[in-house]
Nanobody
Framework: QVQLAESGGGSVQSGGSLRLSCAAS????????MGWFRQVPGKAREGIVG???????SYVNSVKGRFTVSLDIAKKTMYLQMSSLKPEDTATYYC????????????????????????WGEGSEVTISS
């Protein structure tokens, strides 16, 4: 069983930066992916970036070029460096992971879909003021 714990949320002004961390306890299977999701009240949870254990990544357009995901396999920790933050980035950010990747899958996108996730963190608040 894996547990995920986010850290690093907070409040910054528009244009600022934050880094989120997601530390996993327990052991993943050989192949897995992790992802960052965000949710605002009244809206569905949105996958914004995924990363596979082989390093493949995928970003949604709204964060591409501003957010960077990385994965330290030895530390079992995923990071999200967020730059050029905008008020519309305000949300609760969740990390998630899946050990049930499709056969022959590649590309970093599987962990953009909340339905495929096996594990979730508790969430970390990010507030961007204008």
């Amino acid at each position: 069983q894996v547990q995920l714990a986010e850290s690093g949320g907070g409040s910054v002004q528009s244009g600022g930066s934050l880094r989120l961390s997601c530390a996993a306890s327990g052991n993943f299977d050989n192949n897995y992916c992790m992802g960052w999701f965000r949710q605002v009240p009244g809206k569905a949870r949105e996958g914004i970036v995924g990363i596979d254990s082989d390093g493949s990544t995928s970003y949604v357009n709204s964060v591409k070029g501003r957010f960077t995901v990385s994965l330290d396999i030895a530390k079992k920790t995923m990071y999200l460096q967020m730059s050029s933050l905008k008020p519309e980035d305000t949300a609760t950010y969740y990390c998630a992971a899946s050990e049930h990747l499709p056969p022959n899958y590649k590309g970093g996108y599987f962990c953009l879909n909340s339905y495929g996730m096996d594990y979730w963190g508790e969430g970390s608040e990010v507030t961007i003021s204008s």
